[in-house]
């Protein structure tokens, strides 16, 4: 939580720099109001694409083979 509080600060001193932090990430685990709060300009929805590509590629590949037997 240090380092985000000292990126914030940096991030507060530039001119037109915004956050980009991952909502409700294991690490810190944020909902959308506290990412506001904190001054988040940019934020991806967990899970992350790559693991919901994943995800619908196990899910469809576990669909084929039950298809198949």
């Known amino acids: ?3 985000i509080d000292r990126v ?3 991030v507060k001193k530039s001119a037109g720099a915004r956050l980009a932090l991952p909502l409700n ?3 810190f ?3 959308a109001a506290q990412l506001k709060e ?3 300009g940019y ?3 967990a899970p992350t694409p790559e693991a919901r590509l994943l ?3 196990q899910t469809q590949a576990a669909e084929a083979r ?3 037997g």
Do not use: D, I, Q, V
Request: hydrophobic share 40%; glycine share 4%.
């Open 1 to 3: 939580m240090a380092a």
């Open 43 to 45: 934020t991806n929805c």
């Open 38 to 40: 904190l001054g988040a």
């Open 29 to 31: 685990p944020r909902n």
């Open 55 to 57: 995800r619908s590629f």
């Open 8 to 10: 914030r600060e940096s």
């Open 66 to 68: 039950k298809l198949l």
């Open 25 to 27: 990430h294991a690490a």
